[in-house]
Antibody, heavy 118, light 110 residues
């Protein structure tokens, strides 16, 4: 059971990046999927969640209107837009313990680094 | 500043029992399970405690969680040097429909 993120990199303020997280060893579609980030020297910050049934989506206030989470059978995506320097962080994807959006994050990817700088 | 409040640091000597607190409100800790995560620098977070004090496979029973009202605690007994890490509490907030993380507690094993 593994998650592997990709798509991170360097972006200028106002630009966009699309992060991907591919699951292996299980079917991602039945579970809630989330993104959590950690800025340099800071704690964990939840970013977004998509439920495993119906695809309900939830966002942190800090990214609402700028980021969009989506998913297919084995991958979850985070489309980031209007990036700010405050979005600089390691972005982790995480699998929910069930389809419900409020269940524990039981499997995590290793993270992908997003750096926003001019 | 996080909605869930954790002490920024905690410490103990090998073999000791330490507890880390997490304080919130009625709509979050008061209404939902509290989850605990362990994180080492440069690695992914690891789930330690979920639902009612359940541990994923491989997590030692030295780790336990509890909740009372709008506060929760993580207890680590028989402290070991490899427990030195950052610990985070997390829960869902019913009124905001968001996940909340505590600010994290850095545990030092003296």
């Amino acid at each position: 059971v593994r998650l592997l993120e990709s798509g991170g990199g360097l972006a200028q303020p106002g630009e966009s990046l699309r992060l991907s997280c591919a699951a292996s060893g299980f079917s991602f579609s039945a579970y809630a999927k989330s993104w959590v980030r950690q800025a340099p020297g800071k704690g964990l910050e939840w970013v977004a969640t998509i439920s495993g049934r119906g695809g309900s989506v939830y966002y942190a206030e800090s990214v609402k209107g700028r980021f969009s989470i989506s998913g297919d059978r084995n991958t979850v995506y985070l489309q980031t837009g209007s990036l700010k320097t405050d979005d600089t962080a390691v972005y982790f994807c995480a699998k929910g313990n069930s389809w419900e959006p409020f269940d524990a994050f039981d499997v995590w990817g290793q993270g992908t680094v997003v750096t926003v700088s001019s | 500043q996080s909605v869930l409040t954790q002490p920024p640091s905690a410490s103990g000597t090998p073999g000791q029992r330490v507890t880390i607190s997490c304080s919130g409100g009625r709509a979050n800790i008061g209404s939902n399970f509290v989850y605990w995560y362990q994180k080492f620098p440069g690695t992914a977070p690891k789930l330690l405690i979920y639902r009612r004090n359940q541990r994923p496979s491989g997590v030692p029973d030295r780790f336990s969680g509890s909740k009372s009202g709008t506060s929760a605690s993580l207890a680590i007994s028989g402290l070991r040097s490899e427990d030195e890490a950052d610990y985070y509490c997390a829960t869902w907030d019913d009124s905001l429909s968001v996940w909340l993380f505590g600010g994290g507690t850095k545990l030092t094993v003296l």
